[in-house]
Each structure stands twice: as C-alpha cells, then as structure tokens.
C-alpha cells in the first residue's frame, strides 16, 4: 500500500525540476514553471535534506535526518524508509480509527468476537475522544497495543509523492546531459 494518494500524483505530473545553486549546498525548485503554488526548494546540505516551499509535507517544511543527500533522494527508496528519515510517528486518529475496524492489522493477539464488537464501538466513538480514551479503552479489553501510532498519511503521501517526482525528472535530466568521455590513456 502506498502512502501517496492519486490527486497526490496528478499534482505533481505538470512539475518540472530547475536547478537553482550548485556547490556545498545544491539546490532545486520543482514545481510548475512562472508559478510558486504547489512548488517545493529541495536544498541538498552538508547536514541533510530541506524541503520548503509551498508544498512541503509538514506545514513549514522537513529536514531529515543527517547523512543523506542527492543521490539518495533521487534513488528508488521505500515509502517506509523515507518517512522514517523525514517525519515523526504520533497518535493520528485516522490510522486509529482504521485499526480499530482491522484489529488483526495492529493486535498480534487472537480476539473474540465480543472482543471484535466493543473494537468496532469504540471506532465509532472515537469522534469525540483522543488518545488517552482509547488508551484507557484497549487497556480495560487486556490489550496494551495502543492503535494509531504512524505517519500521518497526509505528510507521508506528500513526501513520498515529492521524493518519487524528483527522482523521475532527475533521472529524466541526467540521462539528457552529456557524459564525459573516457581517456584512453
């Protein structure tokens, strides 16, 4: 399953990839051309990744962890992996909700089908509670696998669908420029 959503992906198809600075710290714009809406800066530093602009995954931007760079955001990289270098897991009660109607999908436990019920109930009162209620909740059925610890599937799908884009014009830009050509000496 992947984080990135179709409108994500419709989005991004009209995006073109300029340079912007080279050297120490490399940068690119992606987005439509003579426009800032729904363009992203991907600055490439000594320290990591910045993402910032318009469109960036959290609301101000993402920075990732240290130690990776161009070549490996222009790569092929796991929706999981890449999340897991830009973004912090927290309770989303989206993913709670959804896990709450799948329990199999976060309880390594069998459960009855009483069990099963009560799971369902508490999906369908979760509107009106956070995580601690249903904390509280799970705990009271024996369990203490609290549901809805993840990405938020909004900034996931951002990042993903931003990190796949970049690869696919970078790829596209560098299979277009001229390569050196080898001495014979």
Same mark, same amino acid.
């Given at each position: 399953? !992947?984080? *990135? ?29 003579? &426009? ?5 800066? *991907?600055?490439?530093?000594? =320290? ?9 995954? #959290?609301?101000?931007? !993402? ?36 896990? +709450? ?5 976060? +309880?390594?436990?069998? *459960?009855?089908?009483? &069990?099963?019920?009560? +799971? ?11 995580? =601690?209620?249903?904390? #509280? ?17 909004? =900034? ?11 690869? =696919? ?11 050196? *050509?080898? !001495?014979?000496?």
């Amino acid at each position: 399953m !992947s984080y *990135i959503a179709d409108h994500m992906r419709q989005s991004l198809a009209n995006h073109e990839l300029t340079p912007v600075q080279t050297g120490v710290v490399t940068a690119y714009r992606m987005g439509r051309p003579h &426009t800032r809406m729904m363009s992203t800066l *991907i600055l490439f530093t000594p =320290e990591g990744i910045a993402l910032m602009g318009d469109l960036t995954p #959290e609301r101000h931007g !993402s920075i990732s962890a240290l130690g990776y760079g161009l070549d490996w955001f222009a790569g092929t990289l796991s929706e999981d992996y890449l999340c897991k270098k830009f973004l912090t897991t927290r309770w989303v009660h989206e993913l709670a909700i959804n896990e +709450l109607r799948d329990p199999r999908s976060y +309880l390594r436990e069998d *459960i009855t089908p009483e &069990t099963g019920a009560r +799971l369902d109930e508490i999906a369908h009162e979760l509107a009106d509670h956070g995580c =601690e209620w249903v904390a #509280e909740q799970i705990m009271d059925l024996g369990f203490d696998n609290v549901p809805g610890f993840g990405y938020d599937p909004g =900034e996931a799908g951002w990042l993903c669908a931003i990190q796949q884009r970049f690869a =696919e014009l970078y790829g596209q830009a560098e299979a277009r420029s001229p390569k050196p *050509i080898a !001495s014979s000496d």
